[in-house]
């Protein structure tokens, strides 16, 4: 552990908004002369807004009450399905959605926006400076990201510290400009018949901008209370006609984040001395395209992409001056850093009139390119052996590819004994996933490694293949005037995973035209991702080092490892969608998931056991530490998820005082395991606190609720959002159980209550400026008791605090648009 022409092809347009622009570097002490003097310059120039009519114009949470008529393409193949007539539940976010909360990340708002999505407060090494997001309380690993209703690929940095997200290698959606997305269907349901591997928890669909003409230009700035955490950023998208039967649409972002600091004063020194806890600095850019042209009346080219850069580095635990003093005699802390390169790139052709049927064929190759190194830090067995260090190291590098092709067709069939046409689509995919390990430099693995975490060796490198094959099916039609009904099938062949088929059953009944319930069932299944298979490493804080075996490793072997299998999952959902009276929309979606052989980090063993095991997979430990473990991925346990969401919205219109958008969200889940698998040893896979991870990690409920106010050219957001508790088995650091991996302390996190608010005021019909704050009042998490932090340091529990560990957020923003 080293530190805990407003023309659209095929398509429609909601908004083309966004919030963000340039930073040159910046101290905690100038940001608010900084922000204002960016508001004044634009001000003072005929640029910048949000909305194309001058208004300030937002929309609400899991605005269902806004977008009632908004044609969807997730969880359908349906071409004329809107978001109040799916089967399923969706949220439809709109980019002036994700620009009013104020966050700089597509990951936040999105939490800001969707009761169902949640993340971790913060993640350990590596992870930390990837974004991961979670729905319905499950792993990351269990949504599906498509862009433009195309498969995305993910991340190559996994998340291999213990917590909620453990084993995940998410599609991190940060590395997607803001400025470039239209809006995002977020389907809450089940749907791997339908797409595949990963849709368990659901799928979040990105659509690109489509407009021909117009663009925007924004920039933002802030901090937080503390006074760290500095953050400025930018954007600018605009679309340009190709000819008069085409379009493209440019985008690009750019945005910094600086270090924030939360730890505890260090045990060790008396000091705060140590600023593992924290945020990792981030600089990132992106730049995405999204393009079509008709050739005649039957086809048209289509094709889009992203590319992003990320450098980032992340603070991990002191060291004390007694560790190197001939290089450091005050003692060092080490920093993590990441140097990523992520890109993908789609391009297709589609028509209507191939023998009667619409078709679709596409093929889409994206990558993740990561580079682990360390600065700040040294190799104390090399310094021993020779008498000098490096003290900056390559320490790994990970490279995450898919090529996929799919090809689609589809059309209706008029059948005289059925009211609406029989719907039939068919389909195939080909994708190819390639894992590849890079070893680091030498001196970064050279006995102890490099401190805080040690470089790869060679043993550890290797690239990883395999081959997806898919068919897909589809059938949808009405059985009556009031009755519809959806079955798909899919069947995938994996290379090294075997076969599944799986099915979902989709149905709606409207009662009223004011009132409908909806029901699904499905199968599903997600396949080990390749990192889960082949990824190996060694975290080492002052005192306590955890090996990851790669599962299939003889080292893992000998500690009960068996190879993984694919988890397959049962879900179900049963709601209802009402309209009461006028301008009250309300959906209610209960559901359930059930998961089986779901892959986790266990197998945990310690002690000499552990040391014995990373031994034979040639890792070498410092001397003194107190405690060493050593585990693998595995199918771990069996889990079942319940829950219930409920969305609602209603507008009251104050005449001359403007209206008010109000809004409701609210997600009730609890999560069970139902089973714990026992290794090849005998042994029990998962202990308490492997569990509380899955069952107790994320908050059991989480309400928003707030409004909109607008009027003329003011406007006005206020939420609040409550998030209910969490608890976590969390390790003791001192006395008689110290560092146990079977005694824990029950250790349970209060309710929360964040309040958000921004005002907005439109200059004129192009230039808006908002000010606002994330936390308002500033909440913290709950500390965990003394004896369950360690060093001192970890004063808040980063696996299962509800919310950030950074308190209250205040930014300015001004946007034009032209």
Request: glycine share 10%; charged share 15%; hydrophobic share 35%.
């Amino acid at each position: 552990m080293g530190s805990r022409k407003n023309t659209r092809i095929r398509s429609r347009s909601i908004h083309n908004n966004r919030n963000s622009l340039l930073k040159p570097r910046f101290t905690k002490g100038n940001v608010t002369q900084l922000s204002m003097a960016i508001a004044i310059l634009f001000a003072s120039s005929p640029a910048f807004s949000q909305t194309t009519n001058g208004a300030p114009e937002t929309k609400n949470p899991a605005n269902i009450g806004n977008v009632q008529d908004v044609v969807v393409t997730t969880g359908t193949r349906d071409t004329q399905r809107s978001a109040s007539e799916s089967l399923s539940p969706i949220d439809v976010i709109s980019g002036t959605d994700l620009q009013a909360t104020g966050q700089t990340d597509l990951r936040d708002a999105l939490v800001k926006l969707v009761p169902s999505v949640a993340r971790q407060a913060m993640a350990g090494d590596a992870a930390n400076l990837t974004s991961a997001l979670t729905l319905r309380g499950l792993s990351p690993n269990h949504v599906l990201v498509l862009v433009n209703g195309k498969r995305r690929h993910t991340s190559a940095n996994i998340s291999a510290d213990a917590g909620p997200q453990q084993g995940s290698t998410p599609v991190d959606i940060d590395l997607i400009p803001v400025s470039a997305i239209d809006h995002i269907e977020v389907l809450r349901d089940g749907a791997a018949a339908q797409y595949g591997s990963d849709a368990i928890a659901g799928v979040i669909n990105i659509i690109l901008k489509s407009s021909s003409r117009g663009g925007s230009v924004s920039t933002n700035a802030g901090q937080y209370y503390k006074g760290d955490g500095q953050t400025f950023g930018g954007a600018a998208d605009i679309g340009v006609e190709l000819g008069d039967k085409g379009f493209a649409h440019f985008s690009t972002e750019f945005r910094n984040h600086d270090h924030s600091i939360r730890s505890g004063i260090d045990n060790r020194t008396g000091r705060q001395s140590n600023p593992t806890l924290g945020d990792p600095e981030i600089d990132r850019q992106s730049f995405a395209f999204n393009a079509g042209y008709v050739l005649n009346n039957d086809v048209e080219l289509y094709g889009f992409g992203t590319y992003a850069h990320r450098t980032g580095g992340s603070y991990q635990n002191n060291r004390l001056a007694s560790t190197l003093p001939q290089i450091y005699p005050n003692g060092f802390t080490p920093v993590e850093t990441i140097l990523e390169n992520d890109y993908a790139f789609t391009g297709g052709a589609r028509g209507d009139h191939l023998g009667g049927w619409r078709w679709d064929i596409s093929s889409t190759y994206g990558g993740d390119e990561v580079g682990i190194g360390m600065t700040d830090s040294a190799n104390t067995s090399l310094f021993a052996a020779t008498g000098s260090t490096p003290t900056s190291f390559h320490l790994a590098q990970y490279r995450n590819f898919q090529w996929t092709n799919n090809l689609d067709v589809g059309r209706p069939f008029e059948l005289a004994l059925l009211p609406a046409p029989l719907n039939v689509s068919l389909g195939a995919e080909h994708r190819q996933e390639t894992y590849v390990v890079g070893a680091g430099d030498p001196a970064s693995s050279f006995g102890s490694g490099a401190q805080a975490l040690p470089g790869l060796s060679a043993i550890s490198a290797g690239s990883h293949t395999r081959d997806v094959l898919a068919a897909y099916t589809d059938f949808s039609t009405k059985l009556t005037p009031r009755w519809e009904v959806d079955l798909a099938a899919r069947f995938e062949h994996y290379s090294d995973a075997g076969n599944t088929t799986n099915a979902k059953f989709s149905t709606r009944y409207e009662i009223d035209p004011r009132l409908a319930v909806r029901a699904t069932v499905s199968t599903g299944f997600r396949a080990p991702s390749l990192a889960q298979e082949y990824y190996t490493s060694l975290a080492v804080s002052p005192s306590t080092a955890t090996g990851q075996l790669a599962v299939n490793s003889a080292a893992a072997k000998n500690l009960g490892a068996t190879p993984l299998k694919p988890e397959k999952s049962t879900s179900f959902n049963i709601g209802i969608v009402a309209q009461p009276f006028d301008k009250l929309n309300v959906t209610v979606d209960a559901y359930q998931i059930a998961i089986k052989d779901r892959i986790v980090q266990g197998g945990t063993y310690t002690g000499q056991t552990a040391i014995d095991a990373l031994t034979a997979a040639s890792i070498s430990l410092p001397p003194g530490l107190s405690a060493v473990s050593a585990n693998y991925f595995t199918n771990g346990a069996d889990t079942k998820t319940q829950g219930l969401d409920i969305v609602a919205t209603y507008k009251t219109n104050l005449k001359e005082w403007g209206r008010i958008d109000w809004d409701l969200g609210a997600n009730i889940n609890t999560s069970k395991v139902t089973h714990t698998g026992t290794d090849a040893n005998g042994r029990t896979l998962l202990n308490a606190q492997q569990i509380g991870y899955l069952t107790t990690s994320t908050p059991k409920n989480k309400i928003i609720v707030g409004g909109v106010w607008t009027n003329d050219k003011w406007g006005v957001s206020l939420h609040e959002t409550r998030y209910g508790k969490t608890a976590v088995e969390a390790t003791y650091y001192s006395g008689p159980n110290a560092f146990s991996s079977t005694q824990f302390n029950h250790v349970e996190n209060a309710p929360k209550f964040i309040t958000d608010l921004e005002v907005r005021y439109a200059f004129t019909k192009k230039f808006q400026v908002a000010v606002g704050a994330n936390n308002l009042f500033n909440v913290y998490p709950t500390k965990l008791p003394a004896i369950n932090q360690y060093l001192g340091v970890y004063q808040y529990d980063p696996s299962a605090s509800q919310i950030g560990i950074n308190g209250g957020y205040y930014y300015l923003r001004a946007n034009y648009t032209f």
